[in-house]
């Protein structure tokens, strides 16, 4: 089954400009993480915000939620050729249960 | 600090023959561990989870299995490979607690001829 889905699938911008990457989900949830995948690499988590939280910063990322709407945004402020990856969004179903991934977007920054 | 370990990196097999792809992780204790498989472009499809040794949830019915022999040491394995087994096999961590990240292997790279 899945939880998150990311929109848009796929984003290309050029360097210097924001990215901006939506999640929605469709059960309640106690947290909601984004995690990064470099080509052929493995997944790195970014950010878990919690369901109390609205908002969360980490360097150039923010990220927002917002529980009544079932979903979530990942801001990438200042892009850099660097981010070019795919992002996922994922959350647990209940509890301490594994996450699940949505299909992610693709972020191309182009210098 | 923790570390995952997984391999190898890249795996080309028959088919119907067998696999096994190994798991440690390093500086922790009681993790929940994690095998998903990620087909291309795709997302990630979780294939089985373990909060412990012995203790293995299988998430999606096929010619996988998986063990954990040890604390911090997953396994995935198969008797006879299909075709259709080809992608990209990832191994995680968790602390077993709740509201924590997952902590990814860098992955094995698996084809079917």
């Known amino acids: 089954s899945q939880q998150g889905e990311e929109d848009p699938q796929a984003l290309s911008i050029q360097e210097g400009e924001n990215a901006t990457m939506n999640c929605s989900y469709k059960?309640?949830?106690?947290?909601l993480q984004w995690y990064r995948q470099n080509s052929g690499r493995g997944l790195v988590h970014l950010i878990l915000i919690r369901s109390n939280e609205r908002e969360k910063h980490s360097g150039r990322l923010r990220v927002t939620l917002d529980t009544s709407k079932k979903s979530s945004s990942l801001l990438i402020t200042a892009s850099r050729a660097a981010d070019t990856a795919s992002y996922f969004c994922a959350s647990p179903l209940s509890g301490n249960t594994p996450l699940v991934f949505g299909k992610g977007t693709r972020l191309s920054v182009i210098a | 600090s923790q570390t995952i370990h997984q391999w190898p990196a890249t795996l080309v097999q028959p088919v119907g023959s067998p696999l096994s792809l190994e798991c440690t992780v390093e500086g922790t204790s009681n993790p929940n561990l994690y095998w998903y498989r990620q087909a291309a472009g795709r997302g990630l499809q979780l294939l089985f989870y373990?909060?412990?040794?012995?203790?293995i949830s299988s998430e999606v019915p096929q010619n996988l299995s998986a063990s954990r022999p040890q604390d911090r040491q997953f396994i995935l394995s198969s008797k006879k490979l299909l075709l259709s087994d080809s992608g990209f096999y990832l191994c995680?961590?968790?602390?077993?607690?709740?509201?924590?990240?997952?902590?990814f292997g860098d992955g094995t790279r698996l084809s079917i001829l």
């Open positions: 995680a961590w968790s602390p077993g607690t709740q509201n924590q990240p997952q902590h």
């Open positions: 059960t309640s949830i106690n947290n």
């Open positions: 373990s909060v412990g040794i012995g203790q």
